[in-house]
């Protein structure tokens, strides 16, 4: 037991070195000098520069398929067909390409057909943090003011903006 045990240990250990081999490799393009941060976000715009972004794929459509579609443009480097939480396809993909000249090459086959759909081509955009970011709802006049704070928080028993059947009919109270 103690002999298969450093066994996995030993492999766990080889593993882990040839991740960090291959992450070597991976950011050996990366910047000299500067934030971490800041060369990864440079990396991740170049990346984003060379690939595109293809809309009403068949959801019977596989990786090959896409990259057969597009190798006329140029050498596909990554397909990458998203999926939900199910496995299933969600009708779009991204094709990555090794030169930037042949999303110029992509965009011409906007409106082609693949597996009897007609595809949307569009240059991939870069996500800018933060713009998921909702901005504060309008002013409802059945809620309190959430500046003025009168203590300990107060909690209706019937919820916010709810009243009792029996006490809907009052009087008009425009500013609660």
Do not use: W
Not at 49 to 68: F, I, K, L, M
Not at 88 to 102: D, H, R, S, T
Request: aromatic letters at 14%; one cysteine or more.
């Amino acid at each position: 037991m103690k002999r298969r045990l450093k066994e996995m240990e030993e492999e766990a250990a080889a593993l882990r070195d040839m991740q960090a081999k291959v992450a070597k490799e991976i950011y050996s393009f990366s910047f000299v000098g500067g934030d971490a941060n800041a060369s990864t976000a440079e990396a991740k715009e170049q990346v984003d520069a060379r690939s595109v972004y293809v809309g009403n794929v068949d959801y019977a459509c596989t990786p090959e398929e896409v990259q057969q579609h597009f190798q006329a443009c140029g050498t596909v480097n990554r397909v990458t067909i998203l999926t939900d939480k199910f496995g299933q396809p969600k009708g779009f993909a991204y094709v990555e390409f090794l030169e930037q000249e042949a999303v110029q090459e992509a965009l011409n086959l906007n409106e082609s057909e693949l597996h009897g759909r007609q595809i949307k081509v569009s240059p991939k955009r870069t996500n800018v943090p933060g713009m998921k970011q909702r901005p504060p709802r309008g002013f409802n006049p059945y809620h309190a003011y959430p500046y003025r704070s009168y203590g300990a928080p107060y909690f209706p028993p019937y919820g916010y903006g709810r009243v009792p059947r029996f006490r809907r009919l009052t009087r008009y109270r425009p500013y609660f």
